[in-house]
């Protein structure tokens, strides 16, 4: 048995039921997927929650609580503007091409 | 051996229940009309998972959000961070599991 299989496993079950009426669905790309959430497991044991591999921690609970995976509800116009998540774990439901959307950082998006 | 436990209708998708069977006490899940059975405490802090909540195939305990799978048994997470507990080895808490045989409408447990 190996847990950390079974961990991944769980998280996309549970994180399919947030992000699905929030617009998105997980990458086409099964590749990056499976490597941000084992990264997320990681995540998990270590601090025991699982925050967003690809941002860092601020270490006061306020601004962390904001990179909790999926983090879209505290980054909606940023996301919604480059339609994915900042890792790509997560796109709009209409991308099948997710190597074609640019990872633009929000202080770039017009009106910032 | 099998000994009936409950009665399919007792429990409702999603549902669990708690039952004892020859002192030992068993977490019974419903999920996708199946019926799985557990050990009932949380090897966290021996919380009752029949008072936790079903989302899936995923038990969580009502105490400090410890997942495990229904299915097997299997341990998926340990407790939240910050309970005053260290992250702790989470691959030996793993729940016992048992056998369900479903038997017009009774649920019945090998053990």
């Known amino acids: ?112 | 051996m099998s000994i009936e436990v409950a009665k399919l209708s007792d429990i409702a998708e999603g549902g669990l229940i708690n039952v004892s069977v020859n002192g030992s006490e068993i977490v019974l899940g419903r999920y996708e009309g199946k019926i799985y059975a557990v050990e009932k405490r949380c090897k966290h802090m021996r919380a009752s998972l029949n008072m936790g909540t079903l989302n899936g195939y995923i038990l969580t305990c009502p105490l400090h959000h410890m997942q495990y799978d229904i299915r097997s048994g299997i341990a998926l997470s340990g407790p939240i961070a910050n309970v005053g507990v260290p992250i702790i080895d989470i691959d030996s808490m793993h729940l016992a599991s048992f056998e369900v045989v479903l038997d017009n409408g009774k649920i019945k447990l090998e053990l």
């Open chain 1, 1 to 112: 048995m190996d847990r950390v299989q079974e961990r991944k496993k769980a998280l996309r079950y549970i994180f399919q039921e947030v992000i699905d009426p929030l617009g998105y669905k997980f990458s086409p790309d099964e590749e990056i997927v499976d490597f941000l959430l084992e990264q997320e497991v990681a995540l998990e044991d270590k601090h025991g929650i699982p925050y967003c591999p690809c941002q860092g921690l601020m270490g006061n609970r306020e601004d962390d609580m904001k990179i909790v995976c999926p983090c879209i509800p505290f980054h909606r116009r940023h996301f919604d503007a480059i339609k994915r998540c900042w890792c790509g774990l997560y796109v709009h439901k209409d991308v099948s091409d997710p190597d074609s959307l640019p990872q633009i950082p929000e202080s770039e998006i017009e009106g910032s």
